[in-house]
T-cell receptor
Framework: AQKVTQAQTEISVVEKEDVTLDCVYE???????LFWYKQPPSGELVFLIR??????QNEISGRYSWNFQKSTSSFNFTITASQVVDSAVYFC????????????FGTGTRLQVTL | DVKVTQSSRYLVKRTGEKVFLECVQD?????MFWYRQDPGLGLRLIYF???????EKGDIPEGYSVSREKKERFSLILESASTNQTSMYLC???????????????FGPGTRLTVL
C-alpha cells in the first residue's frame, strides 16, 4: 500500500524566513509520480509541481524549490523568503501507475506566515 | 486553463436526504475523481471514473455512489445523508498521458457539505 507522511502539522514563520516542508513516502512501485499542492483559505487545491521517480534533479521555481531524494524516499519543499501570501495548507501526494493513477495524499502541513 | 467546477460551494442538508454533488470539467479529461477532506486526515478518495459509465471504488466508498453519463460530468450521490458525511468534498480531473494515465489532477473549488 502507498503511504505519504507529512510529519509537520503546523509551521509558523515570520515573513522573509525560509521554511522547508517535509514529505516522506512509501511505495513498492518503481515508477511513480510525486506532487505538491497548495490549498489557500479559499479551499481550492492549486497544483505546484509534479516529479516522476526517474528524475531526481532538484527543481527551482522562483522562491519555491523541491528536493527529491529517492534514497530516503523524501520529496521536500522549500519556500525561500516566505511571504504572507504563502500562508496555506500544503499537501504532498503520490500517484500509482494503475488505471487513472489515483493519488494518495499526506495529511497536509499548515503554514502560517506572519509579518 | 483547466477548469473544474462544482455545483455548490456550501450545502446544508438534513439526515436521510438524498444529496447530489455535481462536478463538470471543460478539458475533455478522461479521468475524474471525488475526494473528501477532513481535518487531520488529508484527502481520501471516494470514487473515480476513467471513462463514461465506468467507475471504481476508492478508499472510502461506503455510503456513496457515483454517476458518469457524460465525459465532462461526474456526480457524487449520498443516498441517505448522515451526520458523519459532513465534510469538504473535492472533485478533480486528469487526462491520460500517452497511455500511462499519470497526468496531473486538477481540482475544483470544493463543496462544504453540512448534514444536520
Amino acid at each position: 500500500a502507498q503511504k505519504v507522511t507529512q510529519a509537520q502539522t503546523e509551521i509558523s514563520v515570520v515573513e522573509k524566513e525560509d521554511v522547508t516542508l517535509d514529505c516522506v513516502y512509501e511505495t513498492r512501485d518503481t515508477t511513480y509520480y510525486l506532487f505538491w499542492y497548495k490549498q489557500p483559505p479559499s479551499g481550492e487545491l492549486v497544483f505546484l509541481i509534479r516529479r516522476n521517480s526517474f528524475d531526481e534533479q532538484n527543481e527551482i521555481s522562483g522562491r519555491y524549490s523541491w528536493n527529491f531524494q529517492k534514497s530516503t524516499s523524501s520529496f521536500n519543499f522549500t519556500i525561500t523568503a516566505s511571504q504572507v501570501v504563502d500562508s496555506a495548507v500544503y499537501f504532498c501526494a503520490l500517484s500509482d501507475t494503475g488505471t487513472a493513477s489515483k493519488l494518495t495524499f499526506g495529511t497536509g502541513t499548515r503554514l502560517q506566515v506572519t509579518l | 486553463d483547466v477548469k473544474v467546477t462544482q455545483s455548490s460551494r456550501y450545502l446544508v442538508k438534513r439526515t436521510g436526504e438524498k444529496v447530489f454533488l455535481e462536478c463538470v470539467q471543460d478539458m475533455d479529461h478522461e479521468n475524474m475523481f471525488w475526494y473528501r477532506q477532513d481535518p487531520g486526515l488529508g484527502l481520501r478518495l471516494i470514487y473515480f471514473s476513467y471513462d463514461v459509465k465506468m467507475k471504481e471504488k476508492g478508499d472510502i466508498p461506503e455510503g456513496y455512489s457515483v454517476s458518469r453519463e457524460k465525459k465532462e460530468r461526474f456526480s457524487l450521490i449520498l443516498e441517505s445523508a448522515s451526520t458523519n458525511q459532513t465534510s469538504m468534498y473535492l472533485c478533480a480531473s486528469s487526462s491520460i498521458l500517452k497511455g500511462l494515465s499519470t497526468d496531473t489532477q486538477y481540482f475544483g473549488p470544493g463543496t462544504r457539505l453540512t448534514v444536520l
